[in-house]
């Protein structure tokens, strides 16, 4: 019997700048959303939040359409308590914002998670609740070592479906190069190259997925 070549999981990541958007905008892009999620965020009061938010459903509605799904697809969106947020459609995403950048992360052929953080002062050291002794003694006092050790913990957690801060110490990150270990298995984590300011990182179960990623300007999400 001839075995057929096994196919490689493809993901693609689109990132964008934070933007901030009109009232009217902001209305347009809220009314694409299910009334649940809509209601959700119409509800907090941090309009930076909520503009963050809304960019992250337009770099998934991108994602989207190359695929060929209409832009209602968007209204099949489900945030559940707990979980990874949800598409009625064959195919897995993920979503992250911080400081001045915004990224969505898409599958068609596997579980996928997706983080990115804006290098700050913090290290390794304020959270040793999360990272290990190896984990910490590598990071040191580098901002972006630690931010390197965090988002791989936190793609790996999202493509888990376990995403919070309870599963983040158990994500070892010290597994191999871009490996992490994790819910018994090891996981693939990619860093993104988000520029001096940013470090983000995007994890898949299959260990040898091709992952592309591409950088969109503000007005490619109209």
Known sequence: MRLLPRRLMSVSVLSTCESELSPSL????????????????GRWPMRRDRHRSLVASRLLLAQLRRLGHPAGALATLHYPPRSRPTLELPLQFSLSHCDGRVVCALSTGGPVGVDVEALGSLH????????????????????????????????VAKAAGTAGLPSLPAVDTTAGPRRAAFAGQLWRTEPLALG???????????????????????????
Do not use: M
């Open 196 to 222: 001096a300011g940013h470090v983000g990182h995007v994890a898949t179960a299959d260990l040898d997925a091709a992952v592309t990623l591409e950088h969109l300007p503000a007005e490619a999400l109209l």
């Open 124 to 155: 390794a050291s304020d959270f040793a609740l999360y990272l290990n002794a190896a984990e910490r003694a590598w990071a040191g006092l580098s901002a972006r070592r630690f931010c390197a050790v965090w988002t791989r913990k936190e793609a």
């Open 26 to 41: 902001e209305c347009e892009w809220l009314n694409a959303l299910p009334p649940a999620r809509r209601a959700q965020i």
